[in-house]
């Protein structure tokens, strides 16, 4: 397992902006593993919002945020990103960053998890 924190959470009115970052512990290659963006959003399953591929470096976006959010690391920082423009209330959850082999909605596929970050999107 590998440590993850992330960061950049907070409330944002609907149509604003937030860049979420997640910190990757050092000595890990970001490259040769997948990163994903999950979200959980209160009473509701944990969901996949964005990966990038370790390999090839392609990303992959859930249909609801596809168009607003991008997905992005920096190799040389072990750092990944989730770039969140339109935001509406129903992006409103808890984000993790998670580290696996490959891309995958499912969340069991993901050994490390960082503890999260908190986005409200609201008036």
């Known amino acids: 397992q590998v440590q993850l924190v992330e960061s950049g959470g907070g409330l944002v009115q609907p149509g604003g902006s937030l860049r979420l970052s997640c910190a990757v512990a050092?000595?890990?290659?970001?490259?040769?593993?997948?990163m994903e963006w999950f979200r959980q959003a209160p009473g509701k399953e944990r969901e996949g919002v964005s990966c990038?591929?370790?390999?090839?470096?392609?990303?992959d976006y859930a249909d609801s945020v596809k168009g607003r959010f991008t997905i992005s690391r920096d190799n040389a920082r072990n750092m990944v990103y989730l770039q969140m423009n339109s935001l509406k209330p129903e992006d409103t959850a808890v984000y993790y960053c998670?580290?696996?082999?490959?891309?995958?909605?499912?969340?069991?596929?993901?050994?490390?998890w960082g503890q999260g970050t908190q986005v409200t999107v609201s008036t």
């Open positions: 998670a580290a696996g082999f490959t891309c995958s909605w499912y969340p069991a596929d993901f050994a490390s």
């Open positions: 990038i591929s370790g390999s090839d470096g392609s990303t």
């Open positions: 050092s000595g890990f290659t970001l490259d040769a593993y997948a």
